[in-house]
């Protein structure tokens, strides 16, 4: 299965892959860590969450694991992949938190502001 949805790049340089359907994430929840061209989209970072990083970010302001039915978000549970806004993967990275990181479903524009060591050492598919 091809699960390229984007002309958009990833930080390893190819075509920018889906990050997850089920649950469906995304800045325009399409499944894709993408920016669409629009500039302050910062949802970029495809992760696999664990326990402690969700409970984590609820202690930080973040709740991501409590469900909200009218927004139709189910509330995510370890093992689920999401597309992390990017200033929150590096608050989690500097406490010693950050989720793993799915390189080629994480987009090229985070390579602004975290180094693409910082992200092979935290990934899930180091290439």
Same mark, same amino acid.
């Given at each position: 299965?091809?699960?390229?949805?984007?002309?958009?790049? *990833?930080?390893?340089?190819? /075509?920018?892959q889906?990050?997850? %359907?089920a649950? &469906?994430t995304g800045?325009f =929840?399409?499944?894709?860590c993408?920016t669409?061209?629009?500039h302050?989209?910062?949802h970029l970072?495809?992760?696999k969450?664990?326990?402690?990083?969700l409970?984590?970010?609820r202690a930080?302001g *973040?709740?991501l694991?409590? /469900?909200?039915?009218e927004?139709r %978000?189910?509330? &995510?549970?370890q093992?689920? =992949?999401?597309?992390?806004h990017?200033?929150?993967?590096?608050?989690?990275?500097?406490a010693g938190?950050?989720?793993?990181?799915?390189?080629?479903a994480?987009?090229?524009?985070?390579l602004r502001?975290v180094?693409?060591?910082?992200?092979?050492?935290?990934?899930l598919?180091?290439?």
């Open positions: 299965m091809d699960n390229e949805v984007s002309t958009e790049r *990833n930080v390893l340089g190819g /075509p920018l889906a990050c997850s %359907f649950p &469906l800045f =929840r399409d499944g894709c993408a669409r061209g629009e302050g989209v910062a970072v495809c992760v969450v664990t326990a402690d990083f409970e984590f970010s930080h *973040n709740d694991s409590t /469900p909200i039915p927004m %978000f189910r509330g &995510l549970v093992g689920d =992949r999401w597309c992390l990017v200033l929150r993967w590096i608050e989690a990275w500097e938190m950050a989720p793993k990181v799915v390189l080629e994480t987009h090229e524009n985070v502001m180094p693409l060591q910082a992200l092979k050492r935290h990934a598919d180091v290439q």
